[in-house]
């Protein structure tokens, strides 16, 4: 199978850097949502996909959640060292495009999805708290959204020099749409929004940047970060 790439990322009309990231190296893809005063957030988001991208580079599809767990103790390490950037972390969801299958390393609140048949299904789950509370029963998905504290993270990368990762599989075909995706176009456009806007836009670019457009719409309260990964036949 063949994928065709489309990717924005933005700061949005609040902040005044963008602390997201993202790479798009075929066959390796990933979002990455940096936190952490002054330049922390830039610089562990940053962090965390150069070290991807090189662990790849000598890895492989393989080596994936090893390299994310040395992201993790690179920002770690930087954090603990340089007082400029102390308490640094980032959110790292990243997907390696395989025969006919993803292969998904999650970590934080960015998010993949699947868009099948019309129908946006979410492949990963937040590391966060109300995550936690929905789990438990104890909150609905929808007040999760409106949550003060929907962006209090249980797990993100850099935060302590160990790291437990979701590590998933999942298996895709021609026609299939792939979002990955940053806290600030979740927590802002509904899913059904998101779903619209993937079937209005058949380009994959196109689709990215309307989706960003959605995100500032709404107040572009944080930075937006948008990889659309379309799954087509041939290689
Ligand atoms: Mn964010």
Avoid at 168 to 191: F, N, S, Y
Wanted: net charge negative; charged share 30%.
């Amino acid at each position: 199978m063949k994928i065709k790439v489309g990717a924005a990322t933005d700061t949005g009309l609040v902040r005044e850097s963008n602390e997201d990231a993202y790479l798009s190296e075929p066959p390796l893809y990933a979002v990455a949502d940096g936190m952490g005063g002054h330049r922390g957030g830039e610089v562990a988001s940053a962090l965390a996909l150069e070290t991807l991208g090189e662990g790849f580079k000598k890895e492989g599809a393989e080596g994936v959640a090893g390299t994310v767990q040395r992201a993790n103790e690179a920002i770690y390490e930087r954090g603990s060292r340089d007082r400029e950037v102390a308490g640094m972390g980032t959110t790292l969801t990243v997907a390696v495009t395989g025969e006919d299958s993803l292969h998904l390393v999650h970590v934080g609140d960015s998010r993949a999805y699947l868009y099948r048949d019309g129908e946006l299904k979410p492949l990963t789950e937040d590391h966060t708290m109300v995550q936690e509370m929905v789990n438990e029963g104890s909150l609905t998905r929808e007040a999760a959204r409106n949550h003060p504290q929907r962006s209090v993270l249980t797990r993100a990368l850099g935060i302590g020099d160990d790291i437990e990762l979701d590590d998933l599989e999942v298996g895709v075909r021609p026609g299939d749409r792939i979002l990955l995706c940053t806290d600030g176009l979740t927590a802002t456009v509904p899913d059904a929004r998101v779903a619209e806007l993937l079937s209005d836009n058949k380009d994959p670019q196109a689709a990215a940047e309307k989706l960003v457009e959605a995100a500032n719409d709404a107040g572009g309260v944080d930075n937006t970060t948008v990889v659309v990964l379309d799954v087509e036949e041939g290689v």
